[in-house]
């Protein structure tokens, strides 16, 4: 399942939003991922990943950095890739 989530904070620090991919691995454990394109990313390595889906469901979970990209050019934009593992904590409950 891919969606959007907006409100984004890692670490406690303010991020623009994330698209979030969630699986279920071979094993059957619940994964997600999470990537930020932003300006001033993250100096953490791993935090709390909050935000909110469209329907105004809060999500969280526990994130490490699994991969920072900097692009080239005048605005320095950084895709931060984060990896969680265990269900995102709101998104079982009903939509709001």
Do not use: K, N, Y
């Amino acid at each position: 399942m891919r969606f959007a989530i907006h409100d984004v904070t890692f670490g406690g620090i303010s991020l623009p939003g994330a698209t979030v991919d969630c699986w279920d691995d071979s094993e059957g454990t619940s994964r997600w991922s999470a990537r930020i394109v932003t300006r001033v990313g993250p100096a953490i390595d791993e935090g709390e990943l909050t935000g909110r889906m469209s329907d105004g469901r809060s999500l969280s979970g526990h994130a490490v950095v699994a991969d920072r990209q900097i692009g080239a050019g005048g605005r320095r934009e950084t895709l931060v890739e984060l990896h969680g593992s265990g269900a995102l904590r709101g998104l079982e409950g009903p939509a709001a």
